[in-house]
């Protein structure tokens, strides 16, 4: 973790050291960006709005509209070396490994985190050591979280607002489980034809704008664009248990935060 770590943090990762996986996952918006794009290092704009990371170790499809990316440590390339569009512009895999190898603190943490391959840096270790710090951002500790195991007792609203969303409502009929996503795709708007990946719906308070292209600023425009108009105390109730569903220890926690600068080998 301790790698991976550094690693989710090291501008170093893009082709001009500008960018690093932090820079469009923010710890205080649960490791999404709060932009409607971001563009990457050579100012091409974004396409999609930047997802949470949080509990992305349990996601069975990991990006909006592709199913078929499913594993951590191959995702890490779209963002890293991708060109459709530009994200962190790496131009290949050898620069990739020829910056990081080139690293005295990242040789010795390397050969700590994988002694059987004697500390090898090449590229598939370099994904695999950030797939692992991602499989940490854990989040289960909303006020949510809390009702649900007997802690604490929903604020009388967002109590309400739980009511609708799983039950007359029927948003839990995409937004399921303890993830609050069914993993699977969907269209809501007819004249966007386009299949999207539900969205995890934890901290979901922090993570705006919405939607794949981040075209709904606020959690009451994200409601709307379901296309299900709502009497105003109804969708205030519902806005007030998805803001249960914020895990302040999460977007808080040091362990997940920048390292300190200073080598930890």
Avoid: K
Avoid at 32 to 51: C, E, F, I, L, S
Avoid at 84 to 107: F, K, Q, S, W
Avoid at 143 to 160: K, N, S
């Amino acid at each position: 973790m301790q790698l991976g770590r550094r690693l989710f943090y090291d501008a170093d990762l893009s082709a001009d050291g500008s960018m690093s996986c932090a820079t469009c996952h923010a710890q205080r918006h649960a490791f999404a960006d709060g932009n409607r794009t971001h563009p990457g290092v050579t100012d091409q704009p974004g396409v999609r709005n930047v997802p949470s990371l949080a509990n992305v170790g349990a996601f069975s499809t990991l990006t909006w509209i592709d199913q078929h990316v499913t594993r951590l440590d191959r995702q890490f390339f779209i963002p890293v070396i991708g060109h459709h569009p530009v994200e962190m512009g790496m131009p290949d895999r050898a620069t990739l490994v020829g910056r990081i190898a080139g690293n005295v603190c990242y040789r010795h943490l390397f050969a700590r985190a994988f002694p059987r391959a004697q500390g090898r840096i090449d590229a598939v270790s370099i994904a695999t050591a950030v797939a692992l710090f991602e499989r940490t951002l854990v989040s289960r500790d909303s006020a949510w979280d809390q009702a649900r195991q007997g802690q604490a007792r929903l604020e009388p609203e967002a109590a309400r607002g739980q009511a609708l969303f799983f039950g007359r409502e029927h948003c839990a009929a995409c937004h399921a489980g303890a993830l609050l996503t069914d993993m699977r795709f969907h269209t809501i708007d007819p004249t966007h034809p386009a299949r999207i990946r539900t969205p995890s719906l934890r901290n979901v308070a922090v993570t705006a704008p919405y939607l794949h292209d981040g075209t709904a600023p606020t959690l009451r425009a994200a409601i709307a664009a379901h296309g299900q108009a709502l009497p105003d105390d109804d969708e205030a109730a519902l806005e007030s248990f998805l803001r249960a569903l914020t895990d302040a220890h999460f977007l808080h926690d040091p362990a997940l935060a920048l390292p300190p600068e200073s080598c930890p080998a």
